[in-house]
Structures are given as C-alpha cells and as structure tokens.
C-alpha cells in the first residue's frame, strides 16, 4: 500500500508539472504581472514550479531583481568615521555586494561623496566642500552613463546661513511609477527665551516638476505617541522624520521633541507597509506603534513591545547601563530602521547588527563590526533598493537658494 500511495503521488506531482508547463507564459509577461504584487508573496511562488524557482532566484534577464523594488541591503558606517560605506545583503539578496565606491566612481568629485539617502533604486549623495556641501547628486548607481544624473547647487545658500542656522540633513522622495524627484532639505534654528533655548526645525524642497519652493515648512515637535508610564526623553539623532504616500500626496512627519527627561532613550521612524512606524528603546524594553486611520483621524497604536533583555542575552551581549557625562543612561539596544515590506526592524547591539522579527521572535546577525561600544554610538544607516530600470531621464542642474524666513 505504501508503494501505491508513493506511485500515485509521483502521478500527480508529474500530471502538476505537465499543466503548468503546458500553461506557462512568457518570462517578461509573467514578471509584468509578478511585479504588481508584494514582494513577500511573490517569493512564496518559488514552489509552483522549476521554471518559477529560476525566475525568482535571480537568474537569467526577467529575474527577482526587476520585480517591483524592495530593499536587498543596506549601507552602514561609524558616525563621524573617515572610513568608506560598508555593505551589508539581505535574504534573498545575499550573493550581492555592492561597493558604493565603485558604483559612484563615474561621478565628478566622485571621493569628496558621501551618502546621504537613498529611495527606490536612487542615491542623493553630497559633494563635500571643507565642512559644508557644494551640491549634491541624484543618481541611480546602475546607470552610469554621463546624462542620466541631476545636479542640486547649494553652496552658495549654505554659505548664506546665520549664525543659530545650520544644515541638518536631507531625505530623497522617488516614486517608481513617476519620473520625478523631491529633495528635501532640513535646517535647525536655535532661539533664546525666557525658559532657555528653542529648537526651531524646518524644511525647504526642491521638486522636478515645480522647482524650487519658496516657502519654509515648520515640522510639528508634539505629534509624538501618547505614553502613559514612561518618562522619557528622544533628543537623540532628530529629526524623526519620515514620508508616507496618502491619495497621491506625500505626507511628512516628525518625531523631534524638544524636552527632557532623566534618562536616554533612542527612537526611530520609518515607514513599512507603507505606514509610518515609530520605534524606541530604554535600558527595559523596545516598543513599536504603527500609526493608522480610525474615522478620518491618523491614531497611534501599540503594534508590539518586547523585552531588551533577551534580544541581548540571547547573543551573549553585555548590557551595558553605564551612565555618560551628563549623567544619561546609555542603552544596548539601538534602533536603525525598517522594513519597507515585513514585520521587520533592524538594530543594533554593541557594534553588531541584527534583522529583528516581530511576528517569530528571531534575531538574526546580519552585518557590523566586533568588539564594544560603552559610549552607544550608533551607525549611519541607509537602506538600498536595487532597481536598475529606475531613470531620470536627460541631465539636469538645480542652483537652489534659501527663502527667507519670517522675522
């Protein structure tokens, strides 16, 4: 009987294959359907069939890589380090190595850049000029011909700045389906009361299909998740900012408190799934909230909270709360980003860094260095989508000034 079940089990696998290669269509109109749908099922198709393993193991000219983009790695660098970007590849990804340096090698300038975002398969990168930024670059790394690149002049703007003025950072918009880019560009004001000094955060953008804005956008400093029994303070590393795609509009948010309490505590926004997510991390525990839609109102929700001692003691990591100069508790657990399409977030502990599931529980060594970090510093983290259909068309220079402020 066994033999018999074992025969007619062959029978269907063989009549199985059979239909689906009898039925099978073309590679490139299969991939053009593969390509609208997540990546995550995507990959579950792996199993339907021999032809569909090949297709989806990055093989051959219509592979994994040019379905709908996600993220297959990410760079990673010591803060205030002199060293190159490192590399690190994710699953499926891992036979992929991508040195930035090589990559951006056709650039003019190209050993003054450094990364300073990364969207949908394009990098923004600066020119450095002594300690400020001459321009920056938008580029896609795989296509390396001279004319499909944009050039943003800010220089001359920067230079303008006042003294309590100063140039934050600067995030990349791309959307696979558009041709066109924004480039945001964040500043910090101080201002002195009577209570001390204010922190003023702004944003000025440039847009491919509008120009140059005029006007300043100010990021709301309370929009922060509601916590009922933790006293806790976010300055580190702001602003928290990230963009999420609502109704064809993009939407900016801002995590970048200013107050202060005993005690650090490292936060981290991101979106995944195409929601905004907030994430942090005391000496105790390491929170997620997801903010969602509840009758026309975006609201904040507990979407998981675990435990920082485990994470640690799971890999034989010290926990180190040691107490700095100024007398702040400095965490093990330091959180760097999500990801775009999975219950996933990556972190840091000491000098490693490890993939986190939500849903499992799993932590997974992915990249960093050995030894410790007392002083809980955290790496510069970029996330890096490959999609090398992703194009900018003709070559294009911005020279990009300031608005002016209101007094």
């Not at 400095?330 to 849903?359: A, K, N």
């Not at 990249?367 to 068309?393: C, I």
Request: with cysteine.
């Amino acid at each position: 009987m066994a033999a018999t079940a074992n025969s007619l089990k062959m029978r269907r696998r063989r009549l199985c294959h059979s239909k689906c290669s009898g039925s099978s269509l073309p590679d490139d109109l299969l991939v053009q359907i593969l390509s609208r749908l997540p990546v995550k099922s995507t990959l579950r198709f792996r199993c339907v069939s021999r032809q569909w393993l090949a297709l989806l193991s990055d093989r051959g000219p219509y592979s994994i890589r040019y379905l709908c983009p996600t993220i297959c790695g990410f760079y990673y660098r010591r803060p205030h380090a002199a060293g190159s970007w490192q590399y690190a590849p994710i699953h499926p990804y891992k036979d992929h190595h991508f040195d930035l340096n090589k990559l951006t090698a056709h650039l003019p300038d190209h050993r003054n850049l450094t990364l300073l975002d990364s969207c949908n398969g394009l990098l923004l990168l600066g020119c450095r000029e002594n300690r400020s930024y001459k321009s920056m670059i938008i580029c896609n790394p795989f296509r390396n011909d001279e004319t499909n690149r944009v050039t943003i002049h800010v220089n001359g703007a920067l230079k303008q700045l006042p003294p309590r003025r100063h140039f934050v950072s600067s995030k990349l918009i791309t959307h696979r389906v558009s041709p066109h880019f924004k480039c945001l560009l964040l500043f910090e004001d101080y201002h002195f009361n009577e209570w001390g000094i204010e922190t003023i955060i702004w944003y000025t953008m440039l847009s491919s299909d509008m120009g140059q804005s005029h006007d300043i956008y100010h990021l709301s400093q309370d929009v922060s998740p509601m916590f009922d029994i933790y006293d806790i303070a976010f300055g580190d590393d702001y602003p928290k900012l990230c963009i999420i795609r609502e109704d064809e509009i993009d939407s900016v948010f801002c995590f970048a408190l200013n107050k202060s309490w005993t005690g650090r505590v490292r936060s981290l926004t991101g979106v995944s799934r195409g929601l905004a997510h907030f994430a942090f991390c005391d000496e105790h525990e390491l929170h997620i909230y997801i903010l969602v839609k509840e009758d026309g109102e975006r609201v904040w929700k507990l979407k998981h909270t675990c435990s920082s001692q485990p994470l640690i003691k799971q890999h034989k990591e010290l926990h180190r709360c040691r107490e700095d100069e100024d007398k702040e508790r400095v965490c093990s657990i330091l959180p760097l980003g999500f990801h775009p399409d999975l219950d996933v977030i990556f972190i840091q502990i000491e000098w490693r860094i490890y993939s986190f599931h939500f849903s499992s529980g799993s932590l997974d060594e992915v990249a960093g260095e050995r030894g410790a970090n007392p002083a809980g510093e955290k790496f510069l983290f970029h996330s890096f989508t490959m999609d090398p259909s992703a194009s900018l068309g003709e070559r294009r220079e911005y020279h990009m000034g300031l608005p002016e402020m209101d007094p």
